[in-house]
């Protein structure tokens, strides 16, 4: 997923505390924070909705001072992965990934798209094991189709440690799920 480039003069009025300005910087942005925190949570509606508006409060209370060095979405997604961990910490719930393959929905026969529910299911499962500091990777280039570079911005880490990160969780994951080779 590249980054879509936020309009300097709507960062410029939102920084102003024009109301339309933040208004539309939230209507553009609204879907990929709740994304974000529907997925690290399991699918947890009210929850991706709390994380949503945290974010948001945040960005509203902090936009004046953000002097750009960073790209918006880059800047938006940290706020994001930093809410979701301060909920996470504050919940100590367990993170399912929803939809984490999307192949696996193909549309089948119903007996088969059981099967493949069951499959996802314990794909969820493993990833929810992960340590955090593997999970989000995943979460972030899975989910949200993310490259290294945007990972390691999101993350405030190199690539170098976003590609290991990805390495150790797939070997992870490979190990938690072998028992399902020859099922996918």
Request: some cysteine.
């Amino acid at each position: 997923m590249t980054e879509k480039r936020i309009e300097p003069d709507l960062l410029a009025a939102g920084r102003r505390g024009e109301r339309e300005a933040f208004e539309s910087l939230y209507a553009a942005n609204q879907k990929r924070v709740f994304s974000v925190a529907l997925n690290f949570f399991g699918g947890d509606e009210a929850t991706a909705k709390d994380v949503t508006q945290q974010v948001f409060l945040k960005i509203y209370t902090s936009l004046e001072p953000f002097r750009g060095d960073a790209e918006f979405t880059t800047w938006l997604y940290r706020i994001t992965v930093n809410a979701c961990l301060d909920e996470q910490r504050k919940s100590r719930r367990f993170v399912f990934l929803t939809d984490f393959f999307q192949e696996l929905r193909a549309k089948k026969t119903q007996d088969e798209k059981v099967h493949r529910q069951e499959i996802s299911g314990e794909v969820q499962k493993a990833v929810a094991t992960l340590k955090t500091k593997f999970r989000l990777p995943i979460l972030l280039k899975y989910v949200e189709g993310l490259s290294y570079e945007e990972i390691a911005k999101i993350l405030d880490c190199s690539m170098g440690t976003v590609a290991s990160r990805l390495n150790r969780g797939h070997k992870m994951l490979a190990g938690k799920l072998k028992h399902l080779r020859n099922e996918i």
